[in-house]
T-cell receptor
Framework: DTAVSQTPKYLVTQMGNDKSIKCEQNLGHDTMYWYKQDSKKFLKIMFSYNNKELIINETVPNRFSPKSPDKAHLNLHINSLELGDSAVYFC???????????FGEGSWLTVV | EDQVTQSPEALRLQEGESSSLNCSYT??????LFWYRQDPGKGPEFLFTLYSAGEEKEKERLKATLTKKESFLHITAPKPEDSATYLC??????????WGAGTKLIIKP
């Protein structure tokens, strides 16, 4: 039973398109995250969402927007995709605000 | 500025050849140091959390240690299935995680 699941796993799309990545966690955690992992393998936090409080990494373009319909879901919507958005996006969750984070398997986004 | 540096970038070992991975950090108010394992095409998988200098944690062939400036992940008699990228992260006083770039470990049979 997958703890943190995200879809799609692979996404190839053209510049300028709008796309969404969905994430669900069944761990009962109160905090969810979106991370971006670039080609050099650095993990960079994009957003954290805890009990309706959204914390945004100020370096994230406003083309990226998280949407949380409920505590178990945090979707990532991206407008006007650019070539530089190509990366792996990881959804994650934690119970204690970040001490132990559980990651999904990642969504490979390629913008062409 | 908070920073995490992992070394080496890549490490190739023969099966059974023990070694250590390093994670050096500077952080304001260490809230914890975390080790994760990442397999190709997968998300990072939690291994250990260390909270204070002198603390040690073990899991199978892995042992993590912590000082005030760095952490080591010791791997004893590794097997090919230990091949992965090992990521280190530190939690700061603002409850943010700062990640290193990882060490890619390859164990040859």
């Amino acid at each position: 039973d997958t703890a943190v699941s995200q879809t799609p796993k692979y996404l190839v799309t053209q510049m300028g398109n709008d796309k969404s990545i969905k994430c669900e966690q069944n761990l009962g955690h109160d905090t969810m995250y979106w991370y971006k992992q670039d080609s050099k393998k650095f993990l960079k936090i994009m957003f954290s969402y805890n009990n309706k409080e959204l914390i945004i990494n100020e370096t994230v373009p406003n083309r990226f927007s998280p949407k949380s319909p409920d505590k178990a879901h945090l979707n990532l919507h991206i407008n006007s995709l650019e070539l530089g958005d190509s990366a792996v996006y990881f959804c994650a969750s934690s119970q204690d605000g970040g001490n132990t984070i559980y990651f999904g398997e990642g969504s490979w986004l390629t913008v062409v | 500025e908070d920073q995490v540096t992992q070394s080496p970038e890549a490490l190739r070992l023969q099966e059974g050849e023990s070694s250590s991975l390093n994670c050096s950090y500077t952080v304001s108010g260490l809230r914890g140091l975390f080790w994760y394992r990442q397999d190709p095409g997968k998300g990072p998988e939690f291994l250990f959390t260390l909270y204070s200098a002198g603390e040690e944690k073990e899991k199978e062939r892995l042992k993590a240690t912590l000082t005030k400036k760095e952490s080591f992940l010791h791997i004893t008699a590794p097997k090919p299935e230990d091949s992965a990228t090992y990521l280190c992260a530190v939690g700061d006083s603002n409850y943010q995680l700062i990640w290193g770039a990882g060490t890619k470990l390859i164990i040859k049979p």
